[in-house]
């Protein structure tokens, strides 16, 4: 018999946003559901689609009666609870199903950029310095500028923007109470690193294999600063979506290649990641490696990264897919 499989996602609910670039971030997650179910059924699958709904506890019911060989995880959290990505994961093992991609206790680690960053330094792996910081402690802010103003657990670059990258006190005071007041939770007050900008996905359970990396180039007016903001993920309109390409393999000599590799594969087992992961870096000025975030269940679409990687190390689409499959457990 075929083996059946079971894909899960967030169903998106795009009227709880308020513009048009929102509603369609919310919806991209649709896109990848389609991709994954197409190559599951040409890789000759059984498939099922079961999307999840706000609460938790009923999303916990429907996964009780899936009857499915194999849950293939997309979801990503619940709007405006990114935190119980991680929940639904810890619940697919508690009842005992092959899941693909990362365990709970990685993705909600994934999903706390300050956790992953004190992980991460226990190895001497190289982040940003940072503090984390809301108006009533703004005084207490003893980084160098420029600084970059980033909510510490969201993803899909949700509240970074142009006006994330501060050069003075003002402009740093007016980010953190944005940030603060938005998300409910002090901001992540980073040093901005201004090199150039890799990530690379990673694949495995206990013997893990980087793909080729990715430079995200920008080509961007000097006067605006080069991030992967949500206008450059989202805004088909916007000047940053127009001057940003992500160019797979990066060009890079072997030593940076290496070292970006390492320093994944590091980062990747350090959070007790399984089936694919995906780590950000910039360089600095000095041109030493820092890590960005790392990414636990990154985007698998077939324009995301980790596709394009998977293509440039060979794969098809389908087999990228399908190796995600063999690797869950
Ligand atoms: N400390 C930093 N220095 C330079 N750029 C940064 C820094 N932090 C974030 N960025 C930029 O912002 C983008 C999104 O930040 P990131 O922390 O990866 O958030 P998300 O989890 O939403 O992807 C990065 O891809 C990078 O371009
Ligand atoms: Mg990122």
């Known amino acids: 018999m075929r083996q059946r499989i079971a894909i899960i996602y967030n169903a998106p609910n795009p009227d709880l946003y308020g513009t048009t670039v929102e509603k369609k971030a919310s919806l991209a997650i649709i896109g990848g559901v389609e991709a994954v179910h197409q190559a599951l059924v040409e890789s000759g699958y059984s498939v099922v689609r079961l999307s999840l709904l706000p609460p938790l506890e009923s999303a916990k019911e429907s996964l009780k009666c899936l009857e499915a060989d194999l849950v ?36 909600s680690l994934g999903l706390d950029k300050v956790k992953t960053k004190a992980r991460l330094e226990t190895i001497g792996i190289d982040t940003p310095r940072y503090q ?30 142009e006006e994330s990258v501060v050069h003075d006190f003002a402009s740093l005071e007016r980010q953190v109470t944005t940030v603060s007041n938005r998300f409910g939770r002090r901001a992540l007050v980073e040093e901005f690193v201004d090199g150039r900008e890799f990530n690379i996905t990673v694949l495995g359970t206990n013997e893990p294999k980087a793909l080729p990396a990715s430079e995200i180039v920008y080509s961007l007016p000097p006067e605006i600063p080069r991030i992967l903001s949500f206008s450059a993920k989202w805004d088909h309109q916007s000047i940053y979506f127009e001057h940003t390409k992500a160019v797979c393999p990066a060009e890079i000599d072997l030593e940076l290649r290496e070292r970006i590799t390492q320093t994944a594969l590091l980062a990747f087992r350090l959070l007790g990641s399984r089936g694919y992961a995906r780590v950000d870096f910039r360089l600095d000025t000095a041109e030493q490696l820092k890590v960005i975030e790392v990414n636990p269940n990154p985007d698998i679409s077939p324009d995301a990264g980790a596709a394009l990687q998977a293509q440039a190390a060979g794969m098809t689409y389908n087999q990228f897919i399908e190796q995600i499959v063999h690797l869950a457990t």
């Open 72 to 107: 293939f995880n997309l979801f990503e959290g619940f709007d405006g609870c990114p935190e119980t990505e991680a929940t639904v994961a810890d619940f697919l093992s508690e009842l005992g199903l092959t899941y693909t991609g990362c365990p709970g206790n990685a993705l």
């Open 132 to 161: 984390l910081l809301d108006p009533r402690t703004i005084s207490l802010f003893h980084l160098n500028y420029p600084c970059i103003v980033k909510p510490y657990a969201e993803d899909g670059s949700n509240g970074i923007s």
